[in-house]
């Protein structure tokens, strides 16, 4: 079993950067792939990155290409997603996921465990 907790969101201005954090605990982190996904009210939840268990490979949504960056500390179990260049479309709740399998993942379906998310806000 794994606990995932977000952290980190908040409300900022368009150009702006926030990071996000997640903190693992549980049985086991390793070997584990991380994810990040968004979601507003009245869509599904989106896929917005991921990243393997050594961090030597990841994937972006294309809409995130180029301004945020996946990022995993093993040692703290921990995972980050900072965001530059925020946008107002870029709002929405932001959930750390967590997949015991070995590929990078963008369905919502392959991940087994979720935090409780962390609201980010984008103004104009």
């Known amino acids: 079993q794994v606990q995932l907790v977000e952290s980190g969101g908040g409300l900022v201005q368009a150009g702006a950067s926030l990071r996000l954090s997640c903190a693992a605990s549980g049985r086991t982190f390793t070997p584990i792939t991380m994810g990040w996904f968004r979601q507003v009210p009245g869509k599904e939840r989106e896929f917005v990155a991921a990243?393997?268990?050594?961090?030597?490979?990841?994937d972006y949504a294309d809409s995130v290409k180029g301004r945020f960056t996946i990022s995993r500390d093993n040692a703290k179990n921990a995972v980050y997603l900072q965001m530059n260049s925020l946008k107002p479309e870029d709002t929405a709740v932001y959930y750390c996921a967590a997949s015991r399998g070995t590929r990078l993942e963008d369905s919502v379906r392959k991940y087994e465990y979720w935090g409780q998310g962390t609201q980010v806000t984008v103004s104009s």
């Open positions: 990243i393997n268990w050594s961090g030597g490979r990841t």
